[in-house]
């Protein structure tokens, strides 16, 4: 309680009773565990200030609906919290359409949702771009080192991967 309070002091002005309690029940219904509710909280606690019928719930709903488990769903929250406070039909329905008509296997594309959600928290036309860079690098799109290319280039500015590939130059590596 008091490393979430600490984070988010605002929380403390929240009733317990019709702000918290309602959402810490509906965690529950869905199966987290109090240790997993304690890792996506302190992920990011501004998750108990997000509206649970018009954010929360479609949010699990969404996921659900691609990752098809409550226990998939869960593990997608654990590594990133903030895909419960995101539109993700702006960002992740785009962005796994796109690898699917660059024929990435369905089940590498749940994969990649479920354990780095935040390489699919991209607008749509820059995901498009790191996608075509990689396939440009030569990663075959059937392999799973396609994935680990587009994750670390989500991860990565275009001037951090710049710098990062100017290193290699500099070691006679070419591109």
């Not at 593990?75 to 895909?83: C, D, G």
């Not at 036309?125 to 690098?137: G, L, N, Q, T």
């Not at 990663?139 to 951090?160: E, H, Q, R």
């Amino acid at each position: 309680i008091s490393g979430l309070i600490s984070r988010r002091p605002d929380l403390l002005s929240c009733n317990p009773d019709e702000a918290l309690k309602p959402k810490l029940e509906f965690f529950n219904s869905i199966g987290v565990s109090s240790s997993d509710l304690v890792k996506i909280l302190f992920g990011d606690p501004a998750v108990l200030k997000r509206n649970l019928k018009n954010q929360i719930i479609p949010a699990y709903q969404f996921l659900k609906n691609i990752l098809h488990t409550d226990a998939s769903v869960i593990a997608t929250m654990k590594r990133s919290s903030w895909v419960l406070k995101n539109d993700l039909r702006k960002y992740i329905e785009p962005n796994v359409a796109v690898l699917r008509d660059h024929g990435v296997p369905e089940s590498r594309i749940l994969l990649l949702l479920k354990t780095q959600p935040r390489a699919f928290m991209k607008i749509p036309i820059r995901f498009r771009a790191i996608i075509e860079e990689v396939k440009e690098m030569g990663f075959d799109p059937s392999k799973c080192s396609f994935l680990d290319a587009i994750n670390v280039l989500t991860g990565s500015s275009k001037s951090t991967w710049e710098r990062k590939s100017e290193v290699y130059r500099k070691w006679g590596w070419s591109d």
